[in-house]
C-alpha cells in the first residue's frame, strides 16, 4: 500500500493551496481517509477525515469552514482544499488511511501513512 501526498508549497496568508493524495495497493472502498498535520512542537494533529462509501465528512474545529476534503473514487484519490491559510497552518501534511470501517481522529488509529509534503503561510 502507498499513499502519496503532494500539492504543498509555500503561500501568503489568505491564500490558498490544494493538497492531493494518490493511493495505490489498497481499495477504500468501505475505510475512511484523512489528512493529519504536524507542526515543529506539536504532536500530529487531526485535520479532517471522509469515509470513501458515503463521502461522510468530518473537520476539526481550526479549519473547519475553510478546508474542504473529498475524494475521487475513479482516481482512488484524496483532497484538501485549503482555503482562507493562516501562519497557524504552516506545518507538514501528511494522508492517511484507517484499515477499519469507522472514522477516527486519532493518528494510532490509522494503519497507512504518506510521506508528508510541507505547507507554509507566511504572514
Known amino acids: 500500500v502507498q499513499l502519496q501526498a503532494s500539492g504543498g508549497g509555500s503561500v501568503q496568508a489568505g491564500g490558498s493551496l490544494r493538497l492531493s493524495c494518490a493511493i495505490s495497493g489498497l481499495a477504500f472502498s468501505h475505510y475512511p481517509m484523512a489528512w493529519f498535520r504536524q507542526a515543529a512542537w506539536p504532536e500530529r494533529e487531526f485535520v479532517a477525515s471522509i469515509k470513501w462509501n458515503d463521502g461522510r465528512t468530518d473537520y476539526a474545529d481550526s479549519v473547519k469552514g475553510r478546508f474542504a476534503i473529498s475524494r475521487d473514487n475513479a482516481k482512488n484519490a484524496m483532497y484538501l482544499q485549503m482555503n482562507s491559510l493562516k501562519p497557524e497552518d504552516t506545518a507538514v501534511y501528511y494522508c492517511?488511511?484507517?484499515?477499519?470501517?469507522?472514522?477516527?481522529?486519532?493518528?494510532?488509529?490509522?494503519?497507512?501513512w504518506g510521506q508528508g509534503t510541507q505547507v507554509t503561510v507566511s504572514s
Open positions: 492517511a488511511g484507517r484499515s477499519m470501517s469507522i472514522s477516527s481522529r486519532t493518528p494510532e488509529d490509522y494503519t497507512f
